[in-house]
């Protein structure tokens, strides 16, 4: 087999802004995604406001398009987002504006296409987490689901940017995004057959697993999908594992394929798709900056008073089951165990944000980190010490000042398509703390050189790593902490942004 190795010049981006004026002054862009870059909801005094998206992807995206004529196409989220359906909506920071268009699925098709498909199934299954023995069990709901829900909702998308493609005065650069939007790039090219008017984009933010995890899936679904993404012009993925397990299954399960997995390419009806790893990354500047707000400082002093003099164990995450939240517990119920010098002296501050809570299994697994923390807590606690602390909600300013303070930074998911807060604590982290980081993370192709890292299944790995981190001395900790510092900046969300429209550019798309 032949080793995956991009053209020269795809390699290391030495694009910055100018490029990105370059390659859009003579097009359009149209970014299409589940969620929008604003939600529209009523305020207390029931007037319509807009709220910005947080993270790197929407202030990348909407940078992105402050730079030429764009539309965003989304689905709705709120009633006031079906009230309002489209039009355009300020940039920050700029005298641009973006068109935003709203999509309202029927409520039944959504649910289909979203707790149906894309969560349930594609999800569990992309992030190696399917119970084979037991779930799932593709049922006649499920076909349902997929005709009327997914399939359904992706036809949605793809009429609705034929229109916008049409409407341009330009050529159009399509930008898709993540697992909800498989299916739209064929269904796109049966509404414009003229390739020559847009050029097609879709960047995959989850991780793409080998050939025989796909081969769970139904033949008529799994071709679906990679028919799906073999209609677009450049396919970006988070890593190069990524890439190359893409290139493999496309080998595996689509008849007709053709796959050079040296140069990154698939020939497949008489059209080429080139592969390729574009890690994403942060808003670097936006980040440091919201460190120094006020409302971050007042969260950093309340905990500096209620964890003084002890170093501080940190992880922030959803609740999420393939962010492996009972096996970190268990890991420093071991080093507790092994390491009694530690106690009374380390914090394990949690910081969890409710994801999928109306699935039972996300509720099992809330039930189960609970009661996996509650026993630590029962076991070493005491009146005048609780191991370990956890906090609930949505609260990233809080979750900001917590990283500024850490000793120790616990991501140790069993599968991430990168992980974005292995990339923020070190950004804004003020102790030089320590990244004990899972090798099944996006973000580990890039900060391997700075971290300690774990087998996310080792138990006893992790929690010597914990270990390990704690009685790290001072010049080791410095040392890896600018290491790691100097790897996010130097490779931030514009960076990724430029990566890509440098492979745009190189490829001639």
């Given amino acids: 087999m032949e080793i995956f190795q991009p053209e020269a010049g795809l390699t290391e981006s030495e694009t910055d802004c100018d490029l990105i004026d370059q390659l859009l002054r003579d097009r359009s862009l149209i970014i299409a995604s589940n969620r929008g870059p604003v939600k529209f909801q009523k305020n207390e005094h029931g007037e319509t406001e807009s709220k910005r998206g947080r993270g790197g992807l929407v ?35 700029s005298d641009r504006s973006i ?6 699925p029927d409520a039944a098709a959504y649910e289909s296409y979203y707790d149906g498909i894309a969560n349930p199934l594609l999800w569990f299954l992309q992030h190696s987490m399917l119970d ?9 709901k499920t076909w349902e689901d997929w005709k009327n829900g997914y399939v359904a909702v992706n036809a949605l998308f793809a009429d609705a940017i034929a229109r916008q493609v049409r409407a341009s005065e330009k050529p159009s650069l399509v ?16 509404n414009l057959p003229f390739r020559s008017s847009y050029t097609l984009v879709h960047f995959i933010h989850i991780p793409w697993p080998g050939a025989e995890d796909w081969g769970m899936l139904p033949p008529k679904m799994r ?3 990679l028919d799906g993404l073999c209609a677009v012009d450049l396919l970006g993925f988070q890593t190069r594992e990524d890439a190359m397990n893409f290139l493999r299954t496309c080998e595996t399960y689509l008849p007709r394929a053709y ?6 390419r698939i020939w497949y009806r008489n059209h080429m798709t080139y592969v390729r790893d574009f890690p994403i990354s942060i808003d670097v500047e936006g980040l440091k900056k919201l460190a120094e707000s006020p409302e971050v400082q007042g969260y950093r002093q309340e905990f500096m008073d209620a964890f003084a003099h002890k170093q501080m164990i940190l992880r922030s995450d959803r609740i999420e089951p393939s962010k492996n939240i009972v096996r970190g517990f268990e890991a420093f119920d071991d080093m507790l165990e092994r390491y009694p010098e530690h106690k009374e002296k380390v ?31 029962v076991r070493y606690g005491n009146s005048q010490w609780e191991p370990v602390r956890i906090l609930t909600g949505e609260n990233y ?20 398509g990168m992980n974005l807060v292995a990339k923020e604590g070190p950004v804004v982290n003020q102790r030089d703390g320590v990244l004990v980081l899972s090798e099944r993370t996006g973000a580990y192709q890039q900060l391997e050189p700075g971290a300690l890292v774990i087998p996310p299944l080792d138990v006893f790995a992790t929690a010597e790593a914990m270990h390990q981190a704690l009685v790290m001395l001072q010049p080791e900790r410095q040392e890896n902490a600018a290491r790691l510092r100097s790897l996010v900046e130097d490779e931030d969300i514009v960076d990724w942004l430029c990566l890509q429209l440098e492979a745009i550019s190189v490829l001639g798309l």
Wanted: charge should be negative; hydrophobic fraction near 45%.
């Fill in 259 to 264: 796959v050079r997995f040296k140069h990154g």
């Fill in 132 to 140: 084979i023995t037991r779930t799932p069990s593709i049922t006649h």
């Fill in 223 to 225: 071709t679906a999908i």
């Fill in 397 to 416: 300013p809080r979750a900001v000042a917590a990283m500024t303070l850490y000793d120790v930074l616990l991501v140790n998911s069993l599968a991430d």
């Fill in 99 to 104: 068109d935003v268009q709203f999509l309202s």
């Fill in 59 to 93: 202030t990348a995206l909407t940078g992105l398009a402050s730079l030429t004529e764009a539309h965003w196409i989304a689905c709705a989220d709120t009633d006031e987002d079906r009230q309002w359906r489209s039009g355009s909506v300020p940039l920050e920071g």
């Fill in 175 to 190: 930008m898709l995004q993540d697992y909800h939007l498989y299916l739209t790039p064929r269904l796109l090219r049966r």
């Fill in 347 to 377: 914090q394990f501050l949690v910081l969890l944000v409710p994801s999928r809570l109306e699935m039972d299994k996300y509720q099992d697994y809330l039930a189960e980190l609970m009661a996996a923390a509650g026993k630590i807590n």
